[in-house]
């Protein structure tokens, strides 16, 4: 690859990582309320505002098309390192990320938004709460199947990284799903239940950014190696 090309990769792994910020607001704006059980039927959500669910998905639809130029750069780092086994593998996890807009809005926007709905019109709550569990029952199989495919992005990024395939530093294995986990967990015990606590969930999104954050790293390198053998 040209220099040129590095940077076009750099750029693009970049804009992934932005995309995961973009996702981690959204989640916040989901889970970011004192007393939220991120349960199936959750009752706080009839003192929730429509708009800010409607917020959140839209921000997971920008995150998501910040995503795809970032499976781009991920798939060429994935391409110029890996066996072929793990290329394919790769391509299954790009279904996951290519459905990251559709997994936001059905799993953390449908739901509230549905019961808000029902209560509004005058329904009752055991009405709410039945539509509510209706759409878990009927996109559940669909939501696990795309989420089993996204979570193999983090399989790989921990391969490519682990193995010492992409050059960078095995400590690079942390900078991904487990640096979230970890960036999260300590959130949760600082915050505990209160609505700032209910942000770690959004740290597995904070986690997709990371693992960007790992390719950009590698094309960086790229050009930096690049310029010097100029």
């Given at each position: 690859m040209t220099q040129q090309e590095y940077k076009?990769?750099?750029?693009?792994?970049?804009?992934?990582?932005?995309?995961g910020i973009f996702f981690m607001a959204g989640d916040c704006l989901?889970?970011?309320?004192?007393?939220?059980?991120?349960?199936?039927?959750?009752?706080?959500?009839?003192e929730m505002s429509e708009q800010r669910f409607i917020i959140s998905a839209v921000l997971g639809f920008i995150g998501m098309s910040l995503m795809l130029p970032a499976c781009i750069s991920f798939y060429r780092m994935i391409a110029a390192t890996c066996p072929k086994a793990i290329q394919i593998l790769t391509n299954f996890a790009f279904i996951g990320v290519a459905s990251t807009g559709y997994l936001h809005f059905t799993l953390g926007t449908l739901s509230p938004v549905s019961y808000k709905a029902v209560l509004d019109s005058g329904g009752s709550t055991e009405l709410a709460e039945k539509v509510c569990l209706h759409w878990a029952d009927v996109l559940e199989p669909v939501n696990i199947v795309l989420i089993c495919c996204?979570?193999?992005?983090?399989?790989?990024?921990?391969?490519v990284t682990v193995s010492g395939c992409s050059g960078l530093k095995r400590i690079?294995?942390?900078v991904g799903i487990l640096g979230a986990f970890a960036v999260g967990m300590i959130w949760k015990l600082v915050f505990g239940d209160s609505a700032a606590g209910g942000a770690w969930g959004a740290f597995e999104s904070f986690g997709e950014a990371l693992t960007y954050f790992t390719a950009y790293l590698y094309w960086r390198k790229k050009c930096i190696g690049s310029?010097?053998?100029?």
């Open positions: 076009k990769n750099r750029i693009y792994a970049l804009s992934g990582s932005i995309g989901l889970y970011c309320k004192a007393g939220l059980s991120n349960s199936t039927v959750e009752p706080l959500w009839a996204l979570c193999i992005i983090y399989i790989v990024h921990f391969y690079t294995c942390l310029e010097i053998t100029k």
